[in-house]
């Protein structure tokens, strides 16, 4: 059966976004199990790292959401399955995953989306261009958060006789590894983030977009600045505005008032983040809108991290509070300043349990190994 197997990805660009990292997740994990697999995507930084002996890559515009080529990209991918006869057809956003589906339906091919974020809509079109993420043969969702959410908003559109089921993402475990990180490579990303390890360093990592919640961050550190009276620590603010330069500005005019350019650091990128989780002490994810999953809380407890974290969506699944990391209330720059308090002034005893709670949580329910033979053996069941 798995010899028949051939797998074409559709994804609208390939950068470093969990969508993206667990399509070239499971276009490696193939091969290795004599599957064929396929890539159709416009580009992205990710795809230097495609190992083109195992993986076809196929480049298309499949990002745009202009309606005329979004149907000659359907036409295009009905050439490229029928090509190399291709069995499943995974589309993993919308604007592809509606070329996909025309193209299976002409050539009678198995159809699979996953359904990685909650995509906002605010009237009947907006929703109904949303709900082509339940109209495959088999729907994945990332987390129980996202099953709900597909549940409770677009039930009308779901087919009972087609499989919907959650298969959580996963990271690599040996690449967010503490013990594979070198002291050397510690010390050179220091010196380039202008950091002297004197203190602790608070890390926020994601792209920056307001619902990340950078701004309630800088709230937070503010108030706990001056409940400690003096500054204790570094911050690091580590994520590409994307072309958000205006809410850069935003962020950074934040800081200058609250006095706190002395603190915070602005990075752009870290090529290494398992470098960059390693060199912290403790990690922030503020988001003030669900994170589908949110691949920051898991990466921080593989890399046994002390994680905080707002509990909405996905941290409520991927983080144990008190136990492998700290959930505070979203939207609340007064509870976020009260947990990095309680972080700062932990015993080290308490921290490294929580790491090492963190670590064993991820190794069990968050490992890609265990993502990658889910969504495999859904494949072959949707064959059979």
Known sequence: MSSNIKVLQVIPKLGFGGAETGCYDIAHYLPENNCKSFIVTSGGELTKFIDKKKVKLIKLPVHSKNPLLMLLNAFILIGIILF???????????????????????????????????????????????????????VIAGSNFIFSHIKDNY???????????????????DYYDPSTKLEEDETKLLQEWEINKEKKIILLPGRLTSWKGQELFIEAINLVKIELGYEAFHVVILGSEQ??????????????????????????????????????????????????????????????????????????????????????????????????IKALTMDERSIKLLGAEGRKNVKKKFNVEKMCFSTYSEYKRLLK
């Open 84 to 138: 190399f006869n291709i069995t499943i057809v995974h589309a993993r956003s919308r604007a592809p995953a509606w070329s996909c589906l025309l193209a299976t339906k002409l050539t009678n091919r198995k159809f699979v989306t996953t359904f990685h974020g909650t995509y906002n809509f605010s009237g009947k079109l907006k929703k109904f261009y949303n709900s082509i993420m339940v109209r495959s043969d088999l």
């Open 155 to 173: 039930s009308e559109f779901l087919n009972s006789k087609k499989k919907f089921l959650v298969i959580f993402r996963g990271i690599n475990v």
């Open 243 to 340: 072309g958000r330069s205006l809410y850069k500005k935003k962020l950074v005019r934040l800081t200058e008032q609250y006095r706190l350019t002395n603190q915070i650091k602005f990075i752009d990128h870290c090529k290494d983040m398992a470098l960059a989780y390693q060199v912290s002490d403790i990690i922030v994810s503020s988001s003030i809108e669900p994170e589908a999953f949110g691949r920051v809380a898991v990466e921080a407890q593989s890399m046994e991290k002390l994680i905080i974290a707002s509990n909405i969506g996905g941290s409520n699944e991927t983080i144990i509070n008190e136990k492998t990391g700290l959930l505070f209330e979203s939207g609340n720059a007064h509870s976020l300043s009260q947990m990095i």
